[in-house]
């Protein structure tokens, strides 16, 4: 059951350093909201937020409010490794278990929770690799390890992974930087199905993907070198792209930036 995002007046610290300053945002079930912005702008920081990530840094922590329907995800008593289940997360590199098969990188997280029933877990592992347009390629091979698929389709895995404990929420953080053309591309279409599904919000460098795949474009940007990041604007992706309120956001997207 995809949920809606609620972020109001965040403010992300890494130790003293305030690196994320007064954020404010709402991203809609089952859409597709990308994160644009120069580097060090906090795009990713924002990001990890949203599902207690940046919490694994030391001295980091945040003030504000992030809710999934309602809930507020720090609030007291709520536990991270739930709220990391309901919004999952694929990073910008690929990381399969190198030393897991296929079959067992999709269903790690189910074996967390504690599933141990063989025909579940192979029926899970079947359903996320058809969602992750994956199956076709590996259903002969699921034996074999995860770190013997090509870089696009180890993505893939990740995503598969991701979606097994079938989150309401799925982060992810440049998901197509070290992938070619076509791999890009099968992580686009990708992105495109699991909407259907989830609530999906993305960072990306690649202001032709954020215009490809989603429904609503964050800018973010420095004031400064050395001062916090901060929102610009956000709006649908039509008209960031086409008639943005801010000229920042206009001069990053016409490359007149800096």
């Known amino acids: 059951m995809a949920k809606r995002i609620e972020v109001e007046d965040l403010n992300i610290y890494y130790g003293d350093f305030h690196a994320v300053e007064s954020v404010s945002l709402t991203v809609q079930p089952r859409t597709v909201t990308a994160f644009i912005g120069p580097s060090g702008c906090g795009k990713s ?20 409010s992030v809710q999934l329907d309602g809930v507020d995800l720090y609030g007291k008593g709520v536990d991270p490794v739930a709220v990391r289940r309901n919004v999952g997360m694929v990073f910008q590199r690929a990381n399969p278990f190198p030393a897991m098969s296929i079959r067992d990188n999709v269903v790690a997280g189910l074996r967390l929770n504690g599933v141990k029933n063989r025909k579940t877990l192979d029926q899970v592992c079947e359903r996320s690799l058809r969602a992750a347009n994956l199956w076709e390629e590996v259903k002969d091979r699921l034996e074999r390890s995860g770190a013997s698929l090509s870089g ?21 953080d440049e998901p197509c930087s070290a992938l070619d053309p076509i791999s890009t591309l099968a992580i686009e279409d990708l992105i495109n199905d699991l909407k259907e599904q989830f609530t999906v919000v993305i960072v990306t460098h690649n202001m032709q993907q954020a215009a490809r795949v989603s429904d609503q474009t964050a800018f973010f940007n420095l004031k400064a070198q050395g001062e916090p990041g901060h929102l610009v604007e956000i709006d649908s992706t ?10 920042a956001t206009e001069d990053y997207i016409s490359g007149r930036f800096g």
Request: charged share 20%.
């Open 152 to 172: 696009g389709q180890q993505q893939r895995l990740c995503i598969a992974r991701a979606i097994a404990v079938q989150p309401e929420v799925l982060l992810m």
């Open 238 to 247: 039509e008209q960031i792209f086409s008639n943005p309120s801010e000229k």
């Open 45 to 64: 920081t924002v990001l990890r937020t949203l599902n207690r990530m940046h919490e694994v840094i030391p001295g980091a922590h945040c003030n504000g």
